[in-house]
């Protein structure tokens, strides 16, 4: 038994009132071993017999997801860097599988770090569309954009604003939205015992206001015929139930939409009046809570998309010619092009990307694939553009052993004396890991230093 922190007391008699006879099998199993998962990256497979340790049978209603035994080390493996997968809780991979949006949709992430369910979706949309991930805390922005980076999404756009300031420039602009809500944590009392401490009588109450102007704005930003996920990590019914009758209120044009969940060996979890609570003493997996809402299809304006040159700024003349420069070595080798022209600026960094929303007075981090930048003349490949690549690759590659390719990370230079002149990207088993430059018989490190490990 965990020497967890002791249940808050107010916490305790509000839940043997919501389960009755359930409670004491609930209380029972919040003080047991929380649940790990892993979220594979279908664009990068395993290397076989190289797996990261504990991994064990499939998640049922995460066709890329896994439990993880509590004592795995897979985030201290090379290739979670590379963004061969995502450690996530298992009950967190639930409400993007029930939002399911298409290939071609666009879809916005409303509160979005660290951003586990950001790449769930972006896995579902194959490429295709458009993944806006929203984060208003900076700082939760930034790791957000790092994890972006990380499982090479191309077709995202990471932005940090407050929800009510996307509603007033995108209007009716997406066909699915999820909003993970910020809540009071209750779900997380077990994976996070230090929340017990934190938890008062009053933080449902407190994090419902903000609750209630987040969904404001969400139906602002979803289109008619378009359809919302609601999802918090708590069990209190007044971020939960109670919150989706007050947006139904609010908003009569939202109706609710009936979902289950499988559960394996032909078992599954079906939503009531489009609602579900998680129980950990139920399912296997932390606490969560999931409604799924759509909007009748009146007619209506929504914001329109544009070029991505023109919504940010186009490449000059100069950088493409850089690029393309870049892109010939590689070009030799694979005997067809490589990869897209840039079609857009970043401050200074050259990218690719899909159509984009209006962004004037809009943070962003990131937009598309990054690709690199100028650096007098010669052109420097972004970190992305490395762990954006499919295998097979067509640039110069160095493979690396378990050992080097931690070196590597750390950010060390390594000796080869038949370096290749140029960029090569450092791979491990077929993963790539991101950029050296050969040169003298050594290979320059590359690997940006704020993700270097010691």
């Known amino acids: ?242 919150m989706i009758a007050w947006f139904r209120g609010e908003y009569p044009d939202m109706k609710p939409m009936e979902f289950s969940v499988p559960m394996g060996d032909d078992c599954f979890e079906f939503s009531k009046d489009g609602l579900l609570q998680v129980y950990p003493h139920r399912i296997r997996g932390e606490g969560h809570f999931v409604a799924m809402l759509g909007k009748e299809n009146l007619p209506s304006d929504s914001a329109p998309f544009l070029p991505p040159g023109q919504a940010l700024r186009p490449p000059s003349p100069l950088q493409l010619d850089a690029f393309r420069g870049f892109l010939g070595r590689a070009d030799e080798n694979a005997g067809e092009p490589l990869l897209p022209l840039p079609n857009a600026l970043l401050g200074e960094t050259l990218l690719y990307a899909p159509p984009l929303p209006p962004l004037g007075g809009i943070k962003v981090l990131r937009a598309g694939l990054h690709l690199g930048s100028l650096k007098g003349k010669s052109f420097v490949p972004d970190h992305a553009l490395a762990l954006g690549l499919d295998a097979p690759y067509s640039f110069p590659t160095v493979s690396l052993f378990h050992a080097s390719a931690r070196a590597y990370q750390r950010g060390e230079t390594l000796p080869m004396e038949d370096a290749p002149g140029g960029f090569v990207l450092m791979t491990y088993h077929g993963i790539a890991l991101g950029w050296a430059k050969g040169n003298d018989g050594q290979l320059k490190n590359h690997y940006p230093k704020g993700l270097r490990r010691p």
């Open 1 to 242: 038994m965990n020497a967890f922190p002791p249940l808050p007391k107010a916490f305790v008699e509000r839940m043997r009132v919501q389960l009755g006879g359930e409670s004491e099998a609930f209380f029972a199993a919040l003080e047991a071993s929380s649940q790990r998962g892993i979220h594979m990256n279908p664009r990068k497979p395993l290397p076989l017999g190289d797996e990261p340790d504990g991994l064990l049978e499939p998640i049922p209603w995460e066709p890329n997801g896994y439990w993880l035994s509590a004592e795995s080390q897979a985030g201290s493996h090379p290739i979670h860097e590379a963004g061969a997968y995502y450690l996530q809780e298992p009950s967190a991979m639930i409400p993007t599988r029930i939002l399911a949006p298409q290939p071609g949709e666009r879809v916005l992430d409303l509160c979005a770090a660290p951003g586990g369910k950001s790449i769930q979706l972006a896995d579902m949309l194959m490429g295709q569309g458009l993944l806006v991930c929203n984060e208003p805390v900076s700082s939760r922005a930034a790791v957000l954009s790092r994890n972006v980076e990380r499982m090479g999404l191309w077709g995202t756009l990471v932005v940090c604003a407050d929800p009510d300031q996307l509603a007033r420039v995108w209007s009716q602009a997406f066909d699915a939205i999820l909003v993970d809500a910020p809540c009071s944590g209750e779900g997380m009392f077990r994976r996070h015992p230090e929340t017990r401490l934190q938890w008062q009588e009053n933080s449902p109450a407190g994090c419902g206001s903000r609750q209630r102007r987040i969904l404001a704005s969400a139906h602002q930003l979803l289109r008619p015929g378009g359809r919302l996920v609601y999802s918090t990590c708590t069990f209190s019914p007044e971020e939960n139930g109670e």
